[in-house]
């Protein structure tokens, strides 16, 4: 049983791959039939909030909504299918979405977002917090 995973050559890049397809054979994985999830990365520096998120094949100015309520950043994407004289396609089509909690203290209003090479990458200024000992007097009444 060991070197089983030297064995096989595409150990690391076969498990996205594999999940994607679990997450598409799954009944009930997806609350609404046709909505497809979204692939991201999140990082956090010391001030921002990094989300990336892959979008290929989408026009960004009419194609992509982002919103942020109550420290929930959500992303919606629709992608229409070109041509319906397809003889095979593995491309997914119709409405994708994604969710994700800001960090505390995230400023939503100065987000921004950028597309480029099929990546949407949003930023949100974290502003630090002070973590610290407080004292709260006690009033006498």
Same mark, same amino acid.
């Given at each position: 049983?060991?070197?089983?995973?030297? &064995?096989? $050559?595409?150990?690391? $890049?076969? =498990?996205?791959?594999?999940?994607?397809?679990?997450?598409?054979?799954?009944?009930?994985?997806?609350?609404? $039939?046709?909505?497809?999830?979204? &692939?991201?990365?999140?990082?956090?520096?010391?001030?921002?909030?990094?989300?990336?998120?892959?979008?290929?094949?989408?026009?960004?100015?009419?194609? *992509?909504?982002?919103?942020?309520? +109550?420290? *929930?950043?959500?992303?919606?994407? +629709?992608?229409?299918?070109?041509?319906?004289?397809? @003889?095979?396609? +593995?491309?997914?089509?119709?409405?994708?979405? &994604?969710?994700? @909690? =800001?960090?505390?203290?995230?400023?939503?209003?100065?987000?921004?977002?950028?597309?480029?090479?099929?990546?949407?990458?949003?930023?949100?200024?974290?502003?630090?917090?002070?973590?610290?000992? &407080?004292?709260?007097?006690?009033?006498?009444?």
């Amino acid at each position: 049983m060991t070197g089983m995973i030297e &064995r096989i $050559p595409n150990w690391p $890049p076969v =498990l996205p791959d594999l999940f994607g397809w679990v997450e598409a054979s799954l009944p009930g994985l997806h609350t609404t $039939p046709g909505l497809h999830g979204i &692939r991201i990365e999140e990082s956090l520096t010391e001030d921002t909030y990094v989300l990336r998120a892959e979008l290929p094949g989408i026009d960004p100015a009419k194609d *992509v909504e982002i919103t942020m309520t +109550e420290g *929930v950043l959500t992303l919606r994407a +629709e992608r229409s299918t070109q041509s319906a004289d397809k @003889r095979h396609t +593995e491309f997914r089509y119709g409405t994708f979405a &994604r969710a994700v @909690r =800001l960090p505390a203290g995230a400023r939503g209003d100065d987000a921004a977002a950028d597309y480029k090479d099929g990546v949407l990458t949003i930023t949100v200024p974290v502003p630090e917090t002070k973590a610290g000992t &407080r004292t709260i007097p006690v009033r006498h009444t």
